[in-house]
């Protein structure tokens, strides 16, 4: 493999290490800053941090490409789930929920995106897709069975998984359109129609200002600019080189390390039985992928 290759397949890693760990992080923080800002100024302080930093990069390195009526369409259902709806039902989430069950759940996604792509796209629904749906579900069957003991919210459990499903929407919408158009350009531009959907909550975000302490602050603003403005660009930049099922495995990783997080910083960890649902949701997430695996190892063998 020459030297081009190489540093190519480096920077994909790089760009995923960032974004799992920024992601990892954005759970630990959501729930540290959670007392002193309410879901919605919440969003709109962070996705107002993230405008500001990606606007400059598009001024000074960024080309424009102009979107057709329908990437249009598209970029403004992207916007509203993945940085309106996924950041607002989040956030409420975790007044509710510990990082690492909040992370579980939002996890599933993968398996959405699977599942849609077997009816919309026509990619039917193979024998392992099935056993891992039943699975997956499984798991979040087991995840609410922790809040009929009383140590886990059931409004919590809803809202991640509406996170989860607003999340598998944007990624299902943001792979056609970086195919021609940059990925600076399609985050700014969702970030940008999410901060417009907030803006109703920018009362609450400057009485909330006025009183949290600085360490709030300052996680919401490292929100804006980590979690949001690079690991998205990072994510944007593995997303057009590499396909999108073999990305969201990646993803994985993000709960384990938000748990490690959060044990480690806020000494909180999902209730056991919240965790091993969470982890038998996550394999049935893996179990669908099989067949993708199987079909990349024959072909190599062929």
């Not at 990437?71 to 789930?81: D, H, K, P, T």
């Not at 996550?282 to 024959?298: D, K, M, N």
Request: glycine fraction near 10%; charge should be positive; include cysteine.
């Amino acid at each position: 493999m020459t030297a081009a290759p190489l540093r190519a397949r480096a920077s994909v890693i790089l760009a995923i290490v960032v974004t799992l760990l920024a992601w990892a992080s954005a759970f630990v923080v959501i729930r540290a800053v959670a007392a002193d800002f309410d879901p919605g100024a919440l969003t709109l302080g962070r996705l107002g941090a993230a405008a500001i930093v990606l606007g400059v990069a598009q001024l000074v390195h960024g080309r424009w490409v102009r979107p057709t009526g329908r990437q249009w369409a598209l970029l403004g259902v992207f916007g509203i789930s993945w940085f309106l709806v996924y950041n607002l039902a989040l956030n409420a989430a975790e007044h509710l929920l510990d990082p690492g069950t909040a992370a579980l759940l939002v996890n599933v996604a993968p398996l959405i995106v699977a599942l849609v792509a077997g009816t919309m796209l026509g990619e039917g629904f193979p024998r392992w897709l099935i056993i891992g749906a039943i699975v997956a579900f499984g798991g979040i069957a087991i995840i609410g069975a922790a809040t009929a003991t009383g140590s886990l919210s059931l409004l919590g459990v809803v809202l991640a998984l509406v996170a989860a499903v607003t999340y598998a929407i944007a990624v299902l919408l943001q792979k056609p359109l970086l195919a021609t158009l940059p990925g600076l350009q399609v985050t700014l531009i969702g970030v940008a129609i999410g901060l417009v959907g907030s803006l109703p909550w920018g009362g609450s975000l400057v009485a909330q200002l006025s009183t949290a302490p600085n360490a709030s602050t300052i996680g919401v603003v490292y929100l804006g600019v980590v979690p949001t403005a690079i690991a998205f660009l990072a994510w944007a930049y593995a997303l057009k080189r590499m396909p999108a099922g073999r990305l969201a495995i990646t993803t994985y990783l993000v709960p384990v390390i938000a748990t490690g997080m959060a044990w480690a910083l806020l000494a909180e960890v999902p209730p056991p039985l919240a965790l091993l649902g969470g982890l038998v949701c996550l394999s049935g997430v893996a179990l669908t992928r099989v067949p993708a695996r199987a079909s990349r190892a024959a072909a190599v063998s062929r």
